[in-house]
């Protein structure tokens, strides 16, 4: 009885074998500049803060991706896209009102791309392979960026948030020479967690949340017992928009309202993917993860193949997250927190 018993769990910890050695690889990693003498306590507490703070914005951009695929089954290539032209929208309207007025017109804009994209889109597309509707969302960031340049044009424009510029020195008493910690990325780390918060809420304790569970779990069950799902197909592309929005805020206050904006939104492709499409507190662990990962990849893992195989360096941040990923979905497709399909023959 007692062998039989214990089968289920063997066989769990068989299936979950890649995460414990995606687990065991990081901690090998995050702890090698320490036990190497690369790093002093307080730089690796500096890089490791800084890689969480970008995770948390990677994980607000993942959100967007996981929130269309789970409610709709659409892949949203054109999220990056959604990024820029909430940015764009808004930094050209705050040159003629105020920062406030310009993000509430910028939140409207995004909510009625939301309606066209639902009727114009979706609607005629419903139960077409993934594949078509994969190619829809791909024309569409392609209009939205083409759109984007022809109405608000394509130099860097400023968005000031009033977001404190100075960074900041932190436990000098603990540390020689302290931590040093940007006090913008604080700042921006704990908007983007407090939505992240709001948004996890929203999914499982209000009603219009479970009915977008309900219509990700299976959509024809969900409109048999009377969920319209035209209707929250709008609103998951409204929430999602609002969530570009937000992150094309922070990302164009940091770094400059820019095309290459849709490109660092498209960062958070391989953490939503990391944490399974369909998981949000998966793209949460998978934003850390990736954060934490290409901060520490790009800091001590480049030094040390510039210094093994005498390579320039730099660029290692680029295409870490990537390598990393396609490493896992080797052994783990599903991602770390996402549904496994299996079709029976």
Do not use: C
Not at 232 to 250: M, N
Not at 314 to 336: D, K, M, T
């Amino acid at each position: 009885m007692k062998p039989a018993m214990q089968r289920p769990s063997i066989a769990r910890l068989r299936r979950q074998w890649p995460v414990v050695l995606l687990a065991a690889l990081l901690a090998a990693g995050l702890l090698a500049p320490l036990a190497s003498g690369a790093a002093t306590a307080g730089f690796f507490l500096e890089v490791m803060l800084g890689g969480l703070m970008a995770g948390v914005l990677y994980s607000l951009v993942a959100l967007g991706f996981v929130l269309i695929y789970k409610a709709s089954g659409v892949f949203n290539y054109a999220q990056g896209a959604m990024v820029l032209f909430a940015a764009l929208a808004t930094a050209r309207m705050a040159e003629h009102v105020p920062l406030a007025l310009a993000v509430v017109a910028a939140l409207l804009l995004m909510i009625g791309f939301a309606w066209l994209v639902e009727r114009l889109v979706l609607r005629p597309l419903v139960n077409q392979s993934g594949a078509t509707l994969l190619m829809a969302t791909l024309g569409i960031s392609i209009f939205l960026e083409g759109f984007g340049q022809a109405v608000w044009g394509n130099d860097i424009y400023r968005i000031d948030l009033g977001l404190p510029k100075d960074p900041m020195i932190v436990g000098v008493h603990l540390f020689e020479g302290g931590v040093l910690v940007s006090r913008e990325d604080l700042v921006a780390a704990s908007v983007a967690a407090a939505l992240v918060l709001m948004l996890s809420l929203f999914f499982q304790k209000t009603a219009t949340g479970r009915a977008l569970r309900a219509v990700a779990d299976d959509h024809l069950a969900a409109q048999s017992i009377g969920i319209p799902l035209n209707r929250i197909w709008v609103i998951v592309w409204a929430v999602a928009g609002f969530v570009a929005l937000v992150a094309g805020l922070v990302w164009g206050s940091k770094l400059g309202v820019q095309f290459s904006l849709s490109q660092v939104a498209l960062k958070a492709l391989p953490v939503a993917i990391l944490g399974g499409l369909t998981s949000i507190p998966g793209a949460i662990v998978g934003g850390l993860i990736i954060g934490v990962g290409e901060k520490f990849a790009d800091v001590f893992l480049g030094q040390a193949l510039a210094h093994w195989f005498n390579l320039e360096g730099g660029g290692i941040e680029q295409w870490f997250a990537y390598v990393l990923v396609l490493g896992f979905l080797l052994v783990r497709p599903e991602g770390l927190f996402g549904e496994r399909h299996i079709d029976r023959v």
